[in-house]
């Protein structure tokens, strides 16, 4: 069975100084790795996925993540904070469908929610 | 450009009722799924349909129900609403299924059951 965990249910940080968001997963296989976000009252929208190609993996607004294989870690990055990233923030894994055994589905990690001071 | 559509926003049930939650998509997605969101829970998989005419099961299935009769809607019934059901409920969709594909979500409905 696969699953996430994300460090630290609320991450605050300055206006204009790092976002790092961290996410371990746990999986079977090497897996499929993504991190969405959640705008208030909105749903969620997809930052950037990993899918086994480059390990360091670009995204919108600005983000970026990391896949380590030997850390089993997905960390999402910002170099400078602005205030519109205040939001609900998810990683989520899933297992490639040939890899065997069936489809575990996409399984979210319960979320960090980033506070952006001014 | 609608995307994936959810009715209605807001509910509010009593312990017992019935109702349906509407999920349509305009993007000829063979992927649809229902999520439910609780707080400190993340989303949890309730139901979802690799095509029309087939379901199955996700992470949370109990006192739900779903069909696909098209390929554009994909329902989710509650057939008699516990307090326990109490969330808010996120339908999304992908275009091949594939575990790699991004999903696109609806803007979701929050239901209460008192």
């Known amino acids: 069975a696969q699953s996430v965990t994300q460090l630290g249910s609320h991450v605050s940080v300055s206006e204009g100084a790092l976002v790092l968001l961290r996410c371990n997963y746990s999986?079977?296989?090497?897996?499929?790795l993504f991190w969405y976000v959640q705008y208030p009252n909105q749903g969620l929208q997809l930052l950037l996925k990993?899918?086994?190609?480059?390990?360091l993996v670009k995204g919108i607004n600005g983000f970026e993540a990391e896949f380590k294989k030997s850390e089993t870690s997905f960390h999402l990055t910002k170099p400078s904070a602005h205030m519109s990233d205040a939001a609900e923030y998810f990683c989520?894994?899933?297992?490639?469908?040939?890899?065997?055994?069936?489809?575990?589905?996409?399984?979210f990690g319960k979320g960090t929610h980033l506070i952006i001071q001014p | 450009n609608a995307g994936v559509t959810q009715t209605p926003k807001f509910q509010v049930l009593k312990t017992g009722q019935s109702m349906t939650l509407q999920c349509a998509q305009d993007?000829?997605?063979?992927?649809m799924s229902w999520y439910r969101q609780d707080p400190g829970m993340g989303l949890r998989l309730i139901h979802y349909?690799?095509?029309?005419?087939?379901?199955d099961q996700g992470e949370v299935p109990n006192g739900y129900n779903v069909s696909r009769s098209t390929t554009e809607d994909f329902p989710l019934r509650l057939l008699s609403a516990a307090p326990s059901q109490t969330s808010v409920y996120f339908c999304?969709?992908?275009?091949?299924?594939?575990?790699?594909?991004?999903?696109?979500f609806g803007s979701g409905t929050q239901l209460s059951v008192l």
């Open positions: 999986s079977s296989v090497p897996p499929y």
């Open positions: 993007m000829n997605h063979e992927y």
């Open positions: 999304a969709s992908s275009y091949g299924g594939g575990w790699d594909e991004k999903l696109f």
């Open positions: 349909s690799v095509g029309a005419g087939i379901t």
């Open positions: 989520a894994v899933s297992k490639p469908a040939d890899s065997g055994g069936g489809a575990d589905g996409l399984t």
């Open positions: 990993y899918t086994s190609a480059a390990t």
